[in-house]
């Protein structure tokens, strides 16, 4: 079977995985960047085509992906008269792999539908690294058909594929899932520098911790850099984190509801930005705990 022309836009390091893969499979590729020029010159190298508009983009393939950093950026690609939407085909698929807040899919969703086109979210888990052989985790939802039709691709990026329900589905549970994820983390750095202020040796405190219920992953990556001074288990960013988890506040405030356990994880989050280390990745939020218990 010939397979679907592909438009893809975003190559940062989770896009430009998702493109190589895509690209080593035979997919054929229309791309457009946000910001790093050299990805899309790999990309390109390898037999991408690259366009001058999101609208252009559209206009020249069956399915449409996006992999943005916010729902401004998603929004600002598919609206207006360059936008994707005024390029759509009729019948075409547009897939948002980012973590955007749900309303904001949903109202994109309307206007997908109006053009004759169908979206879906499917915001990612994992890593770029995992992107390169496929392995990513894809939380998708929005029409089952529209998913059946696409699933062979989602299945040729992914290694655990999910079909959660109606439009925007996926966003929640992915910003249900980053809630869960970065109030841990931030849980166990300050554990650590809890443990500073009393004069208990950080290893010593993992080690009781870990032997127990407690358990995770998570515990583990910020352990990582906490004991072992490494921050490469997990590739995730403080200002990805801060975002996702005001995104999650933002959820709770569109259904009418608030959060009472993300106020200090967001408070944590945004503090660590406003002090210069949103470049930082997640597990160095010790430091930022250790140099803020320590003011008198």
Do not use: W
């Not at 166990?188 to 080690?207: H, I, P």
Request: proline share 3%; glycine share 12%; net charge negative.
């Amino acid at each position: 079977m010939t397979k679907p022309t592909i438009g893809f836009i975003g190559l940062g390091l989770m896009g430009a995985a998702m493109v190589g893969r895509l690209q080593s499979l035979g997919y054929s590729l229309t791309v457009m960047g946000n910001v790093s020029r050299p990805r899309i010159d790999a990309a390109v190298a390898a037999g991408a085509v690259e366009a001058s508009s999101p609208r252009e983009l559209a206009q020249s393939c069956d399915i449409v992906m996006l992999c943005m950093d916010t729902s401004a950026s998603v929004e600002s690609r598919m609206r207006g008269e360059n936008g994707v939407i005024k390029g759509l085909k009729n019948g075409a698929v547009v897939i948002d792999f980012g973590t955007s807040l749900p309303a904001s899919t949903i109202a994109l969703g309307n206007e997908v539908a109006a053009v004759g086109g169908t979206y879906l979210d499917a915001p990612l888990g994992r890593t770029p690294a995992q992107a390169v052989d496929g392995l990513l985790n894809i939380m998708c939802s929005g029409d089952a058909t529209a998913f059946e039709k696409v699933r062979p691709i989602l299945e040729d990026l992914g290694e655990n594929i999910f079909h959660l329900g109606k439009l925007g589905s996926g966003n929640t549970v992915k910003l249900i899932n980053n809630f869960f994820g970065m109030t841990t983390a931030s849980a166990m750095a300050e554990a650590f520098a809890m443990a500073d202020q009393a004069g208990v040796d950080r290893q010593d405190l993992y080690e009781v911790m870990s032997a127990g219920p407690l358990r995770s992953a998570m515990m583990d990556f910020v352990k990582a850099y906490g004991v072992d001074g490494d921050p490469s288990k997990l590739g995730f960013s403080i200002r990805n984190a801060a975002k996702d988890v005001g995104y999650y506040r933002q959820m709770a405030t569109d259904l009418e509801t608030k959060s009472i356990m993300s106020t200090g994880t967001n408070e944590a989050f945004s503090g660590a930005v406003k002090q210069d280390m949103g470049d930082k990745m997640v597990s160095e939020m010790v430091d930022f705990f250790s140099h803020n218990l320590s003011q008198k």
